[in-house]
């Protein structure tokens, strides 16, 4: 598969997901959301590129730290930011824009923005140092830009179980790009390389106990694995999911089904 075509698949995946990104059992996302305001150093008068916006979780944490500026969110998926704008109407925000836009092609002036985020939305592109390097041609010099992406052994032994699973159904899955950059020494070269400056690296544990094991269903189909489910006749589905969740449960602890999951963020200054 070549780069467009991969596009054309996580759009569609994104635009199927949208719905349920984010709802219950998937909290982590808003957990490492809550950290960007105190991440970012923010006056309050900013313009904010979110790069990856998806459902708006990351810009609707950060926008009311904007009062007199801005948070300017793009993403591939029509069907994540039609979520995202009824998510900051849900939230009385009004200082969110909205732009259907490919992250590797940022068609805003270079410079013209004061900040940048990505939160989980690096890794779908191969070649990160470039898009970081793109991402941060659109900051004015001494600007922050700030990623997140997950830290090694996030969702596990959860995720191996799944994996190893639906390997028996002759589907092989990707390589998770998030693994390349899963550390702090990872990140931190990963800024480097793009020629940040005043990097710093924050690792948080936004981990759980999920309900029950539908909670950790819900992730596989509205977080990113459903491409991999989907693949699976009716019939195999109903079989993986019933004996996944079977095993899923043996995990069950007295307060529920831990998941484990700790975020990386990297901040540093364009020059
Ligand atoms: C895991 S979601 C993260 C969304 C959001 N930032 C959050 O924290 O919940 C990844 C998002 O990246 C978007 N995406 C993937 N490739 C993209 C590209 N080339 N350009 C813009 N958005 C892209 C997807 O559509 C999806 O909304």
């Known amino acids: 598969m070549d780069d467009q ?25 808003h957990h490492a959301a809550a950290h960007l305001p105190r991440i970012f150093q923010l006056q309050g008068n900013e313009h904010l590129l979110d790069v990856a916006t998806g459902t708006g979780i990351a810009s609707t944490a950060i926008a009311p730290h904007l009062p007199h500026g ?12 039609a979520q995202a704008r009824a998510r900051a109407q849900l939230l009385g925000i009004s200082n969110i824009e909205t732009y259907a836009m490919d992250m590797q092609h940022i068609t805003f002036e270079n410079a013209s923005f004061d900040a940048a985020n990505c939160s989980f939305g690096i890794f779908f592109l191969p070649d990160m140092q470039s898009l970081l390097q793109h991402i941060t041609s659109k900051v004015k010099p001494g600007g922050q ?12 032994p959860n995720l191996d ?66 491409g991999l489910v989907a693949q699976l006749s009716a019939t195999q589905l109903t079989e993986f999911k019933q004996q996944h969740l079977s095993e899923i449960a043996a995990l069950s602890t007295e307060q529920g089904i831990p998941l484990n999951v700790s975020v990386l963020f990297a901040s540093g200054r364009a020059n």
Do not use: C
Request: neutral net charge; hydrophobic residues 40%.
């Open 70 to 81: 801005k948070v300017i969110g793009i993403d591939l998926s029509e069907g994540m930011l």
């Open 5 to 29: 075509q991969r596009k054309i698949q996580l759009k569609k995946t994104f635009d199927t997901v949208a719905e349920g990104y984010g709802t219950t059992g998937m909290e982590f996302f």
């Open 161 to 226: 179980l799944f994996l190893t699973r639906i390997q028996r159904y002759n589907i092989t899955p990707p390589a998770f790009g998030w693994n390349s950059i899963s550390t702090e020494d990872r990140l931190h070269a990963l800024y480097a390389s793009a020629g940040l400056r005043d990097i710093q690296i924050h690792r948080f544990d936004v981990g759980y106990f999920l309900n029950d094991p539908e909670d950790w269903w819900r992730i596989i189909w509205y977080a990113g694995f459903r």
């Open 145 to 156: 830009v700030v990623i997140s992406s997950f830290y090694q052994n996030a969702f596990q």
